[in-house]
């Protein structure tokens, strides 16, 4: 009977990856339960058991002192059974919680198993895992027994057992799938630096080479580009654009873009905003449909994009030229007083407003925060009107006549 108990140990141990030490402690802490039931109120004091791993003898202790062995009755076995199956339930649970603790942001294989309020359970062999709606990639569509490959996002310890969290919409999916697919990232000489992703839509993934004879690029895309569609498979037909890394933000931010083509960019470090020139008929491409392509792009790069035409900037151009003509006793609240504290700071027009910051307007006498911010608001505004082309023809011919009226007198 000893001997059977080692071996049933053992074969758990084998089956369940539980270590032996945790299993008897388990059946330690179960007999002696028993046997506190078995005594009764005779025994007074501490009851404890211990287990000798090498015969598989048991023996009984109270107060550190051994008893003689006793008949443990019906009650006594299956109390004792069914806190051995407790413990090693428990124990079970830890184990695949670590286990799947520890791989967080990796990816696993599973089998569909049911539908639960939209999201799926996936069998994963040890454990049944969740992947809720939200983690779901859009046009991705599952039938029962579908065998599917996830991204573990999360752990988490429940009292019916470790709950284990999916995804299939995660950008580090992409990342994971492209390590398996392309060995110069297993082998650490090409590197992921950044994905961004809208599931079942599109993603953008930046590389980097350490080794310059290394094309990152061509790593990922693989001969004849069977690596990237092996992704893209896997990915259900989501579109991959696979751009080169570099240190050189503009460089960067061209490159994120594609495959529109970039101008110009202008960069303002302080605020990481980036204003981006391109072709009238390049304006579509880089904005993308619903604005996806330049939105991938800001994620990517971590700055924020904005995309302006040549026709536009010009515009823009002669609007800001037209408003530097107007004085800024033409915008709403600026009385006497305060016209003559903004031009006394040196904002003689409405374009000047436009452009500063509501902290330098504050610096003027007079102008609190929320008089800069209107300032500033009603000056946009002005700019805004102006930048039409009826309204700039207006506003011309308006400055024109003006100065031939001048001439005349």
């Given at each position: 009977m000893n001997g059977e108990l080692l071996t049933i140990l053992?074969?758990?141990?084998?089956?369940?990856?539980i270590k032996k030490e945790i299993l008897i402690e388990a059946v330690e802490s179960a007999i002696a339960s028993a046997a506190r039931k078995n005594l009764g109120k005779k025994f007074e004091g501490e009851v404890a058991a211990r287990l000798d791993i090498e015969t598989g003898?048991?023996?009984i202790l109270v107060n550190n002192e051994e008893i003689e062995s006793m008949e443990m009755g019906r009650i006594a076995a299956q109390t004792a059974k069914q806190v051995i199956m407790q413990k090693i339930r428990e124990a079970e649970r830890d184990v695949i919680y670590e286990d799947f603790?520890?791989?967080?942001?990796?990816?696993?294989n599973g089998t569909v198993h049911r539908f639960e309020r939209g999201g799926l359970i996936i069998d994963l062999g040890r454990t049944e895992a969740l992947l809720p709606l939200k983690e779901q990639s859009p046009k991705e569509k599952y039938r029962q027994g579908d065998r599917v490959r996830v991204y573990i996002l999360e752990a988490r310890r429940a009292s019916?057992?470790?709950q284990v969290i999916l995804s299939r919409s995660h950008a580090g999916l992409v990342q994971r799938l492209f390590e398996l697919e392309v060995p110069e990232i297993y082998e650490g000489i090409v590197e992921i630096k950044e994905v961004a992703r809208e599931a079942g839509e599109r993603a953008k993934i930046a590389v980097w080479s350490k080794d310059e004879k290394v094309d990152p690029v061509g790593a990922c895309v693989g001969m004849r580009g069977q690596r990237v569609k092996n992704?893209?498979?896997?990915?259900?037909?989501?579109r991959i654009d696979i751009i080169r890394w570099s240190e050189d933000t503009q460089q960067l931010i061209t490159e994120a873009l594609a495959p529109a083509q970039v101008q110009q960019i202008q960069l303002d470090t302080k605020i990481k905003k980036a204003l981006v020139l391109v072709e009238d008929d390049q304006l579509s491409l880089a904005i993308g449909k619903r604005g996806q392509?330049?939105?991938?792009?800001?994620?990517?790069t971590g700055w924020d994009i904005d995309i302006r035409s040549q026709s536009e900037m010009q515009q823009q151009e002669k609007a800001k030229e037209i408003a530097d003509q107007i004085g800024i006793a033409e915008l709403a609240g600026v009385g006497p007083k305060t016209k003559a504290n903004l031009e006394a700071a040196g904002y003689l027009k409405v374009g000047q407003?436009?452009?500063?910051?509501?902290?330098q307007l504050t610096k003027v006498k007079g102008v609190g925060q929320k008089s800069a911010e209107k300032l500033i608001q009603s000056a946009q505004a002005v700019l805004k009107e102006v930048s039409s082309p009826r309204k700039q023809a207006e506003r011309m011919l308006d400055m024109l006549q003006g100065k031939d009226q001048k001439t005349n007198e």
């Open positions: 053992e074969n758990i141990e084998k089956e369940k990856g003898a048991i023996k603790n520890t791989r967080i942001g990796q990816i696993t019916k057992g470790p992704v893209v498979r896997e990915l259900q037909g989501e392509n330049v939105r991938l792009a800001c994620k990517l407003i436009a452009e500063a910051t509501v902290d």
